[in-house]
């Protein structure tokens, strides 16, 4: 099994900036495509952000482009997000999950960190 755990979370002001990170346990990081999901308060899971096995390809929903960078260190079995330029929409529980396609449906992805909170005040 591949353990997941995300940290890096908080709170800030809107327009202000937090770095997410997830490490992974195992030595099969780089097999996995890497992926960031969200789910705010009474909705569903959304897709943010994935990332190749090489790092070479990305994807992001459009709600995210311009302010949010996705990457990888597969040498320290790591993926990050770098959150820019926050609003208050972007208050979420944030999730790292390893999956085989780089997707935005969850049902691609096969492990899940626990989540980790993130407020944008207003």
């Known amino acids: 099994q591949v353990q997941l755990v995300e940290f890096g979370g908080g709170f800030v002001q809107a327009g202000g900036s937090l770095r997410l990170s997830c490490t992974a346990s195992g030595r099969t990081f780089s097999s996995y495509v890497m992926g960031w999901f969200r789910q705010a308060p009474g909705k569903e899971r959304e897709f943010v952000s994935a990332?190749?096995?090489?790092?070479?390809?990305?994807r992001y929903a459009e709600s995210v482009k311009g302010r949010f960078t996705i990457s990888r260190d597969n040498a320290k079995n790591t993926v990050s997000l770098q959150m820019n330029s926050l609003k208050p929409e972007d208050t979420a529980v944030y999730y790292c999950?390893?999956?085989?396609?780089?997707?935005?449906?969850?049902?691609?992805?096969?492990?899940w960190g626990k989540g980790i909170q993130v407020t944008v005040s207003s």
């Open positions: 999950a390893a999956g085989a396609a780089l997707s935005g449906a969850t049902r691609n992805y096969d492990y």
């Open positions: 990332l190749s096995r090489s790092g070479s390809g990305t």
